[in-house]
């Protein structure tokens, strides 16, 4: 009797419970749901039609992945057998949180062949052999979308990249297409006379015509407030180099000069003869930023592999695309006796930059000079995978959709059977 009585009682107060929310405002709702992680969100979305139609409303799905933490994630790409290492190793992910604790990310949307090259809201690009993969993680949607017709022989993966416009809403990849040329050294940056763009949830790829032909996207490419930013070779500009932006909205080219480098010593109009400096491209804090390091010789500044650093790395922020204005936010000296590499496209978050020995430690390390009085803290190491081609990307868990894509996600079947998983 007494426990009949109990039941009634919890059974009447989770009423009066669910009839309180029932009363909330849609803004106040709005308010505490976007508060909660991806997966209490997943969970929610089966108790009511109620807070589905919130959770499920693009506006709220943006702005949930607005507010969502930050993560860094290392990508270790596949390690093929050899001599030395008896099996193959699979791709891996680590994942660094707000406080740079490590995790190992174990997701099924990875295939131990697929290669990142992108990440975008929530959303993984992966490379295939014959495809192009996207995947959301939290939710375990993904789409598969064909290649581009006429791409080169030598497809590879650093030629695809992938953004997101806030004010279109729309997603785009890029395809930067490798056009041989003869005369040219092996290695040089590579040419080419347009790019093609493919909008997710439309049909086919289409080619946008590009100002110049030189292309330096093997120095990282990085998708911010809706343009993607690349370094360019230009004749008569500070290093011989410039920062290209393609805005993903009107798909259109704008050249931006780069700052005033330590190896001119001084602003200039014309070029500064040899670069006593490597560059790339990375992200900070949601802006473009152009990452300088002492030039070696012996590591060319068109090279894939990461670039490796002894001496000052100066990190310029660009402030005003417009105007061409950059400010110098970060400034860190790293010993020469032991250089370290710093994985592309993307390395610095709160503050801290994370660096790789040769060893195959990962390490972070303070930029800001007021925390772990600028020492390295080793956070794991990765061997036997290598130091030099490692790449490093911002992640956050968001519920952004694919199925709304799907109908124009495969656009064709490849004429040959699709490896399965895990085979060479």
């Given at each position: 009797?007494?426990?009949?009585?109990?039941?009634a009682?919890?059974?009447?107060?989770?009423?009066?419970?669910?009839?309180?929310i029932?009363?909330l405002?849609?803004?106040?709702?709005?308010?505490?749901?976007?508060?909660?992680p991806?997966?209490?969100?997943?969970?929610?979305?089966?108790?009511?039609?109620?807070?589905?139609g919130?959770?499920?409303?693009?506006?709220?799905?943006?702005?949930?992945?607005n507010?969502?933490?930050?993560h860094?994630?290392l990508?270790?790409?596949?390690?093929?057998?050899?001599?030395?290492?008896?099996?193959?190793m699979?791709?891996?992910?680590?994942?660094?949180?707000?406080k740079?604790?490590?995790?190992?990310?174990?997701?099924?949307s990875?295939d131990?062949?697929?290669?990142?090259?992108?990440?975008?809201?929530?959303?993984?690009?992966?490379y295939?052999?014959?495809t192009?993969?996207?995947?959301?993680p939290?939710?375990?949607?993904?789409?598969?979308?064909?290649?581009?017709?006429?791409?080169?022989?030598?497809?590879?993966?650093?030629l695809?990249?992938?953004?997101?416009?806030?004010a279109?809403?729309?997603?785009?990849l890029?395809?930067?297409?490798?056009?041989?040329?003869?005369?040219?050294?092996?290695?040089q940056?590579?040419?080419?006379?347009?790019?093609?763009?493919?909008?997710?949830g439309?049909d086919?790829?289409?080619?946008?015509?590009?100002p110049?032909?030189?292309?330096?996207?093997?120095?990282?490419?990085?998708?911010?407030?809706?343009?993607m930013?690349?370094?360019?070779?230009?004749?008569?500009?500070?290093?011989?180099?410039?920062?290209?932006?393609?805005?993903?909205k009107?798909?259109?080219?704008?050249?931006?000069?780069?700052?005033?480098l330590r190896?001119?010593?001084?602003?200039?109009?014309?070029p500064c003869?040899?670069?006593?400096?490597?560059?790339?491209?990375?992200?900070?804090?949601?802006?473009?930023c152009?990452?300088?390091?002492?030039?070696?010789s012996?590591?060319?500044?068109?090279?894939?592999?990461?670039?490796?650093?002894?001496?000052?790395?100066?990190?310029?922020?660009?402030?005003?695309?417009?105007?061409?204005?950059?400010?110098?936010?970060?400034s860190v000296?790293?010993?020469?006796?032991?250089?370290?590499?710093?994985?592309?496209?993307?390395?610095?978050?709160?503050?801290?930059v994370?660096?790789?020995?040769?060893?195959?430690d990962?390490?972070?390390?303070?930029?800001?000079?007021?925390?772990?009085?600028?020492?390295?803290?080793?956070?794991?190491?990765?061997?036997?995978?290598?130091?030099?081609?490692?790449?490093?990307?911002?992640?956050?868990?968001?519920?952004?959709?694919?199925?709304?894509?799907?109908?124009?996600?495969?656009?064709?079947?490849?004429?040959?059977?699709?490896?399965?998983?895990?085979?060479?």
């Amino acid at each position: 009797m007494a426990s009949d009585t109990n039941d009634a009682e919890q059974e009447q107060a989770t009423e009066n419970q669910l009839a309180s929310i029932s009363r909330l405002t849609p803004d106040v709702l709005h308010e505490i749901l976007l508060r909660l992680p991806v997966s209490t969100l997943q969970r929610l979305c089966r108790t009511c039609h109620q807070w589905r139609g919130v959770i499920s409303d693009p506006c709220f799905i943006m702005d949930h992945a607005n507010r969502a933490p930050e993560h860094l994630l290392l990508f270790l790409p596949r390690l093929d057998a050899s001599a030395s290492l008896k099996t193959a190793m699979p791709g891996r992910v680590k994942l660094f949180d707000e406080k740079w604790s490590v995790s190992t990310w174990a997701a099924s949307s990875m295939d131990p062949d697929d290669h990142l090259f992108a990440s975008c809201n929530g959303l993984l690009c992966f490379y295939r052999k014959y495809t192009l993969k996207i995947v959301n993680p939290a939710t375990g949607q993904r789409l598969h979308l064909s290649k581009p017709d006429g791409r080169s022989l030598r497809d590879l993966y650093y030629l695809y990249s992938f953004g997101f416009h806030p004010a279109t809403g729309e997603y785009k990849l890029v395809y930067f297409l490798r056009e041989p040329r003869h005369g040219r050294s092996s290695g040089q940056p590579f040419r080419f006379d347009a790019i093609q763009v493919h909008t997710l949830g439309e049909d086919g790829w289409r080619d946008v015509r590009a100002p110049r032909e030189s292309c330096l996207v093997n120095l990282g490419v990085v998708n911010v407030d809706g343009a993607m930013y690349w370094i360019s070779e230009e004749e008569g500009a500070c290093c011989g180099a410039a920062v290209m932006a393609f805005d993903l909205k009107d798909e259109t080219f704008v050249t931006l000069r780069p700052p005033p480098l330590r190896a001119c010593g001084v602003a200039t109009d014309g070029p500064c003869g040899a670069p006593a400096l490597s560059y790339y491209v990375t992200e900070v804090e949601k802006k473009v930023c152009l990452v300088t390091a002492p030039f070696s010789s012996s590591a060319p500044r068109w090279r894939r592999y990461n670039a490796e650093v002894s001496g000052r790395m100066d990190v310029w922020t660009l402030e005003s695309r417009g105007e061409d204005r950059w400010s110098l936010k970060y400034s860190v000296d790293l010993s020469p006796s032991a250089p370290r590499c710093v994985p592309q496209p993307c390395f610095v978050r709160g503050g801290k930059v994370l660096l790789h020995g040769r060893d195959g430690d990962a390490f972070c390390r303070d930029l800001r000079g007021d925390e772990d009085g600028g020492e390295e803290v080793r956070l794991l190491n990765f061997r036997p995978y290598r130091y030099y081609e490692t790449q490093a990307y911002l992640y956050k868990e968001t519920l952004v959709p694919l199925d709304v894509y799907a109908g124009a996600a495969i656009v064709r079947t490849p004429h040959w059977p699709l490896p399965p998983p895990g085979s060479s």
